[in-house]
């Protein structure tokens, strides 16, 4: 594992369904997985989380409000690991964290995981520490 930064933004849909892409390739592998997902109440992610294998942790709108940096900071004794932190702009929007102190908690995790952070915003932060960047049109 290289530790890399993956950050798909833009149209939500696609900037999540190519995270979770490189979640399933990465469970192919048989390598583990670590999936968080920040829900404004989506349909599709209720169905995919009553439909997956995949164990995921949904975090709600409400709890998103009270989730501090420790919720990640634990993520730092993960080796070797894929983590995708689906719509991490509803994250950021809504806690009281702020980019640069979340940028500082991936960092952290960063040099033992592969890490996959999706947004349907454009955070430019975010896009300075990615290795590999990727915007989705919206339809």
């Known amino acids: 594992m290289s530790g890399l930064v993956h950050f798909y933004f833009g149209d939500r849909i696609k900037a999540f369904e190519t995270g979770l892409g490189t979640i399933i390739r990465s469970e192919g592998h048989s390598l583990k997985t670590t999936f968080i997902?920040?829900?404004?109440?989506?349909?599709?992610?209720?169905?995919?989380?009553?439909?997956?294998?995949?164990?995921?942790?949904?975090?709600?709108?409400?709890?998103i409000r009270t989730l501090g940096l420790d919720a990640f900071k634990s993520l730092s004794s993960n080796n070797n690991h894929t983590i995708l932190v689906a719509n991490v702009d509803l994250f950021l929007c809504n806690s009281q964290i702020s980019v640069n102190d979340f940028i500082k908690t991936i960092e952290q995790v960063k040099p033992k995981n592969e890490i996959i952070l999706t947004s349907e915003e454009m955070i430019e932060e975010l896009v300075q520490i990615a290795d590999y960047a990727s915007e989705f049109s919206i339809s």
């Open 37 to 63: 997902v920040f829900n404004d109440n989506y349909n599709w992610i209720k169905n995919l989380e009553s439909r997956s294998h995949l164990q995921i942790q949904i975090i709600n709108k409400t709890e």
